[in-house]
């Protein structure tokens, strides 16, 4: 067996019967447990003839069994690919054509939708509860242990699709040593050991979830309070038993909402964590005032895991994403890659071991994403202080990201501008104050339509939900500039206030 992730893993549960799992009114999962289950679907994924580096797409919602699958993938070398669990079957076949899995793992529920739309492609299912379906039946009576795949810290491990500025979706490869590296990185940053206990209320198809959450748990030995969704009672019932807590910006707003948010519930927490989209400097000083906890904040993409992270001690300053990580270099640069001077404003560069390898099949769209010095370009802006602290300005890309997921508007415009009576659209994200970014269109109407919002959202309907507008304004004309470009930042500023 090489050096790999899972056997980085593995020498971490030094305890195999420390509990790693602990889903809401289930029975507890220790890690022995745990790598034993992912043994036997391990035999699963090679007995449907997964090699070393043959793709598994999943699609599947969130449990102890999906964990484990992950963790089979990681046994048997395959490639993991996580697919959002709101993606429709139509656009499942953009990524089941560019990955070309050796097997798909879908939702028992979807099976019938997602078969039809993928009639090439094997599929085994999974429960929402990760108890049943063809993928676990198959393990039944499946050896306990498994020879695991010879395969090292540069081998792939992962590919993770994330927009692109044609719309085109990319596959992100992010290999063994590229988890290993950042997850150990997080490990010290954030001191994280076999005692704590993580809330997990992320899904696992998003870096966030997967990557960070769980391979920061799985390095350190720690356990998981691993809740199906994010839901609030959910939450404050787990909060006492947890140490640690991970989540997106918009778990923190609807918590500070809740009346149980207090300091003697908060007292015996270790640290909260918030990143996938900007936290308002205003939702850090309302915590803080609340729990007496400063949230850290932190920077990464799907690229590269994490680059920054505000630290452990020391200042915790809202609107900062903090300081490098250990081996992780960041630099401000103008457009051809020279270094700018403290707080001037540039786009973000990295470089480091966490730095993806490159886009799947993409060869042109790889070298164009990296300086000469091996720099990745990120797409966006931002300034680094005296002190080294980076702030991110905004997106070269007119990505959005809504809920900590990210939508790339052309897709939607496009599917907008085919609808009779529009005459031209444009998408953005605007500040929402639950979402960190609204989804929201603008539609210029041809003369004689009778387009409603309602009926525009209708026609989304095949698009997964997160993606939906959350409004959709009709103007007269949209801003441009001299050279006839859509002006999005102009849409943006007029309209900055719209969710409140």
Known sequence: MGDNLFNRFAQSAADPDKIFLLPPGRPAVRYRESFAA???????????????????????EKSPGALFLYLACLRAGAVYLPLNSGYTPSEL????????????????????ANAAALPDTPLLTLSDDGLSGSLIT??????????????????????????????????AMLSHGNLFSNAQSLKEVWRFSKSDVLLHALPLFHIHGLFVATNVTLLSGASMLLLPRFDLDAVFDALPLASTMMGVPTFYTRMLQDARLNQDGTKHMRLFVSGSAPLLAETHRQWQARTGHAILERYGMTETGMNTSNPYDGARIPGSVGLPLPGVEVRIADKTGQPLAPGEIGMIEVRGPNVFQGYWRMPEKTASEFRPDGFFITGDLGTLDAEGYLGIVGRDKDLIISGGLNIYPKEIESLIDELPGVEEAAVVGLPHPD????????IVKTRDSVLTEDTVLGALANLARFKHPKRVLFVDQLPRNTMGKVQKSAMRESFKTLYG
């Open 435 to 442: 979402f960190g970014e609204g989804v929201t269109a603008f």
């Open 38 to 60: 992912a043994a036997r679907l391990a035999h699963v994924l090679t007995r449907h003839g997964v090699q070393p580096g043959d793709r598994v797409a999943v699609q599947v």
């Open 138 to 171: 198959e393990a039944v009576g499946q050896p306990d242990d498994f020879t695991d795949a010879d395969v090292g810290m540069g081998d792939l491990a992962s590919i993770l699709y994330t927009s692109g500025t044609t719309g085109r979706s990319k596959g």
């Open 93 to 112: 076949t953009y990524f089941v054509g560019d990955a070309e899995p050796r097997l798909f793992v879908v939702a028992e529920k979807n099976k019938a």
